[in-house]
């Protein structure tokens, strides 16, 4: 992302008197935000799941993913631990070029309310390809351990 170079002209005027134009160094002022907009990822899904006790099965994050580059963000945490052990794992899947590509973050078997399921990376998806997540979980006691879960994927204008 560009660094704001332009500060903000505040002692002259925005349109000129003459013409009524906008002056130029509002004109650069401007044109430097929206390069600068235009350049920030946009969010173009997410899901945003809370009180979870169970695993869940292949899962089309809602949005639409045109081809491109995107950044697909996992979040999961537990909220409510199991008495003996519990495990939590989160696997993204989607396609590039018509080959299956997968994003896993491993399983954490820590059974704390401090141990999350976390991480982030740049993936190149391919026309007509979903985007899914799903959710490995384990509790000694069956559906004792509760989560949340955030997936996010943004847009990245590269």
């Known amino acids: 992302m560009a660094l704001i170079r332009q500060k903000m ?32 990822p946009l969010r173009v899904g997410s899901a945003n799941l809370a009180g979870q006790n169970a695993g869940i099965g292949p899962t089309q994050v809602p949005g639409s993913f045109p081809p491109g ?18 495990s939590l794992g989160v696997t993204i899947r989607f396609l590039d070029g ?40 384990a509790s000694v006691a069956p559906g004792e351990m509760r989560y949340s879960l955030d997936v996010v994927v943004e847009q990245i204008q590269a």
């Open 9 to 40: 002209p505040v002692r002259e005027p925005i349109a000129s008197p003459d013409s009524g134009t906008i002056t130029r160094p509002w004109r650069l002022f401007l044109r430097e935000r929206t390069d600068i907009v235009s350049q920030t």
């Open 69 to 86: 580059l995107y950044r697909v963000s996992i979040y999961a945490r537990r909220t409510t631990v199991a008495t003996t052990s519990s």
């Open 98 to 137: 018509g080959q299956a590509l997968v994003i896993t973050t491993g399983v954490n078997t820590d059974n704390k309310v401090d141990a999350i399921v976390a991480g982030s990376g740049m993936v190149r998806i391919g026309a007509n390809s979903p985007v899914t997540y799903e959710v490995e979980y």
